[in-house]
């Protein structure tokens, strides 16, 4: 992993980042940052690995589940200030579909059409999914159509990156420490293939 020219972005993002640091920072070059050993700039390069991680593990495994045919939805709690940032790059991977992640308390939500991104920052992902809902004018179960065959794609999407010759626990586990597993919702899932939205709510 290398510094990147925008690291001033990823630093912003840390949980522990303040005006005083990003001010620091702002005197730094990308360079400077990842060779300097003084204690400051040591400590500015190890947060700003550390939001790089943390995004990188949850824009891989935050699983996403259908609401209807126009919106996606997972849980998602990261330690970091980059829900606006996971959800903005889900969004733009499925563009025309409303992708919501959240939890009992934080929600956030992007739409990417023609280009351009269009979000929202709420309370818990219930209420926004509520309220979508409402404004959509469907249920939760939605047409039954629409939402088993949606299932049914995302089913086959999420079936097709599991490859047993690629198992190796212990190199997941390394990568993917239990605290990101619980970020991404992912210690809910594991063996419960048919996990509710009220699943991933009551874990908020």
């Not at 733009?92 to 990417?112: E, F, H, K, P, Q």
Request: proline fraction near 4%; aromatic fraction near 8%.
């Amino acid at each position: 992993m290398k510094i990147p020219d925008n690291f001033l972005y990823y630093l912003s993002l840390h949980e522990n980042c303040n005006e005083r640091l990003l001010a620091r920072a702002g005197n730094l070059t990308p360079e400077v940052v990842e060779v300097c050993i003084h204690p400051e700039v040591a400590r500015i390069k190890k947060m700003v690995y550390a939001v790089l991680g943390e995004t990188h593990r949850m824009k891989a495994f935050v699983r996403l589940q259908p609401l209807g045919a126009r919106v996606l939805y997972g849980f998602f709690k990261p330690r970091h200030r980059i829900g606006e940032h996971v959800c903005d790059t889900l969004a733009r991977r499925n563009a025309g579909i409303i992708v919501v992640l959240g939890n009992g308390s934080d929600s956030w939500i992007s739409l990417c059409r023609e280009g351009r991104i269009w979000r929202n920052h709420s309370g818990g992902m219930a209420i926004a999914l509520e309220k979508l809902k409402t404004a959509m004018h469907c249920s939760e179960d939605g047409p039954s159509e629409d939402r088993s065959s949606v299932e049914g794609l995302w089913q086959v999407y999420y079936d097709s990156q599991y490859c047993p010759e690629r198992k190796n626990p212990a190199a997941f586990h390394r990568h993917m420490p239990r605290r990101d597993q619980d970020s991404a919702g992912l210690r809910l899932v594991q063996n419960k293939r048919n996990a509710t939205l009220e699943d991933f709510l009551s874990e908020g």
